[in-house]
Structures are given as structure tokens and as C-alpha cells.
């Protein structure tokens, strides 16, 4: 079972899911995540809305060895899932917790930029705010690849 933090405000909807480690090698959110829940759990932050699922290591196996996947890339199995590698065994509760979400946010690292980026790929106006009010300037989407 994954580990998860999942926090409340009087408004939970809409219910946000936010995904570290599905790479085993990319380890600097995760690291951030358990602050920030930290920073949940002693009440020095709260959420005025929403509701939040943090998953910091969604490769738990892989992030121990510090290995990008052990037999499949954990990002890629989602629909096809070859039953015989370590990650099939992680999709299904991946699975539930994105059908339990409204939206997703999936942070990886990058090694050698010189600065951070998001991905985005889905056009949504919360979406849109939460990038607006993130700060990041270099957004990359398929859109503009």
C-alpha cells in the first residue's frame, strides 16, 4: 500500500491528486511533500478549499534503488499493464485514486535544467490559476512540443 497524505477544507470539492516518485530517480518533490504535510498536520497551513491526496513515492521500489523503473515505466502502464513486472502490482491503487480525483497533477524532476517547467496538457481554468499562481514561467504542453 501506497503511502498518502490526504487533507480536507469545510469545502472538499473539487478533490485534487498530486503524484511524486513515479519515477524512481526523481527524488526532490518527495522530499518537499513530507514538509509540506508536515506543514498540514501542525496546522501552519490549511486549505480554504478543496480537498488534496498527496502520494510522495508512487515507485516505492524504484525511488529505494534510486532507479527510474525496476521492470516498466510506471508513467506508461496505465491501460496496458504486463502482469509479470513489479510496477502492475502499483497501477491498481494508482488507478483508484485517479478515479477518486477531479484532477491530477503529476511532478517529476529533471536533472540539468536550469530552471522549472510544467507540463501541462489538459485545459482547464483551475488548471489554468493553479499555473498562473504557481510562479513558473516555462510552461511546455504537446500543444507547443
Known amino acids: 500500500m501506497l503511502q498518502t497524505y490526504t487533507f480536507q477544507s469545510a469545502k472538499p470539492w473539487p478533490h485534487l491528486l498530486v503524484l511524486w516518485a ?36 508512487c515507485n516505492p521500489k524504484a525511488f529505494a534503488h534510486n532507479k527510474r523503473y525496476i521492470d516498466h515505466n510506471l508513467n506508461r502502464m496505465f491501460g496496458v499493464c504486463p502482469q509479470d513486472a513489479y510496477e ?4 491498481p491503487e494508482l488507478q483508484t485514486l485517479i478515479k477518486q480525483s477531479d484532477m491530477l497533477i503529476d511532478l517529476h524532476s529533471w536533472p540539468g535544467l536550469p530552471e522549472w517547467f510544467i507540463f501541462h496538457d489538459y485545459d482547464h481554468p483551475v488548471i489554468d490559476q493553479l499555473i498562473h499562481h504557481s510562479q513558473i514561467k516555462l510552461v511546455v504542453s504537446w500543444r507547443n512540443l
Not at 530517480?25 to 478543496?50: G, K, M, R
Not at 502492475?88 to 497501477?91: E, F, I, Q
Open 22 to 57: 513515479i519515477h524512481g530517480n526523481e527524488p526532490c518533490w518527495t522530499y518537499a511533500i513530507h514538509h509540506v504535510a508536515d506543514l498540514f498536520h501542525s496546522w501552519e497551513l490549511q486549505l480554504l478549499q478543496w480537498s488534496v491526496t498527496m502520494v510522495p513515492v
Open 88 to 91: 502492475s502490482s502499483l497501477v
